[in-house]
């Protein structure tokens, strides 16, 4: 009786996510394909065509699941908490900063800035939305649900995005550079909201 032969499970998503991230970040989003990623994934392209419809699916999939990861941990502001009206203001810095430093978001600024600008500021896109949310439900909450509340919530969208789209330039002093980016960015959010320029001590 011959042996059984061993059958490689197929990788998790979670394994697929990261490979598709690691190659938007080498390559950017217009020259990555999906041999690639099966070669980083360590899967063959029928797994591919199986749970996903094309290739632009699996990017939008994968980079949708790291935006919200990236805003769940932009919630976690480190203590010494700030006023509680300032600590969405502290949210949307933390995210930017997050943003800006990912390697997807470099890559996707280098090569593709008008596409990365598009996904977020256009309403029918699931990052729009999905930033949307995020922003009404812990940052514009405090205001009347309507134009209000809306129109904040598009005021600190719009006003973030360049703080979390544009790579920093290189810096030998890479501390301060980022601190003063997100000063600037926090007296900018808290305009929008009708706040002091700076969180009370």
Not at 90 to 115: G, I, N, S
Not at 138 to 148: I, K, M, R
Not at 183 to 191: G, K, M, N
């Given at each position: 009786?011959?042996?059984?032969?061993?059958?490689?499970?197929?990788?998790?998503?979670?394994?697929?996510?990261?490979?598709?991230?690691?190659?938007?970040?080498?390559?950017?989003?217009?020259?990555?394909?999906?041999?690639?990623?099966?070669?980083?994934?360590?899967?063959?392209?029928?797994?591919?065509?199986r749970?996903?419809?094309?290739?632009?699916?699996?990017?939008?999939?994968?980079?949708?699941?790291?935006?919200?990861?990236?805003?769940?941990?932009?919630?976690?502001?480190?203590?010494?908490?700030?006023?509680?009206?300032?600590?969405?203001?502290?949210?949307?810095?933390?995210?930017?900063?997050?943003?800006?430093?990912?390697?997807?978001?470099?890559?996707?600024?280098?090569?593709?800035?008008?596409?990365?600008?598009?996904?977020?500021?256009?309403?029918?896109?699931?990052?729009?939305?999905?930033?949307?949310h995020?922003?009404?439900?812990?940052?514009?909450?405090?205001?009347?649900?309507?134009?209000?509340q809306?129109?904040?919530?598009?005021?600190?969208?719009?006003?973030?995005l360049?703080?979390?789209?544009?790579?920093?330039?290189?810096?030998?002093?890479?501390?301060?550079?980022?601190?003063a980016?997100?000063?600037?960015?926090?007296?900018?959010?808290?305009?929008?909201?009708?706040?002091?320029?700076?969180?009370?001590?």
């Open positions: 009786m011959s042996s059984p032969q061993h059958v490689q499970a197929p990788p998790g998503m979670a394994t697929v996510y990261r490979a598709t991230l690691l190659a938007l970040a080498v390559r950017g989003p217009r020259r990555v394909g999906i041999t690639h990623i099966a070669q980083l994934a360590g899967a063959n392209r029928p797994f591919f065509y749970n996903w419809a094309s290739p632009s699916v699996l990017l939008r999939d994968a980079t949708l699941q790291e935006l919200k990861r990236l805003l769940d941990q932009a919630r976690e502001v480190p203590s010494p908490l700030p006023p509680p009206q300032c600590l969405g203001v502290c949210m949307v810095v933390r995210a930017a900063r997050l943003l800006r430093e990912h390697p997807v978001v470099a890559a996707m600024a280098r090569t593709e800035p008008a596409l990365t600008y598009a996904a977020v500021l256009r309403p029918d896109t699931v990052w729009h939305n999905t930033a949307w995020w922003l009404s439900k812990h940052v514009t909450a405090h205001l009347p649900s309507g134009t209000e809306d129109t904040a919530t598009l005021a600190v969208l719009t006003t973030a360049p703080y979390a789209l544009i790579p920093s330039a290189e810096s030998t002093d890479t501390g301060d550079e980022r601190a980016v997100d000063r600037r960015l926090s007296q900018a959010v808290h305009a929008c909201l009708g706040l002091p320029l700076a969180c009370p001590d």
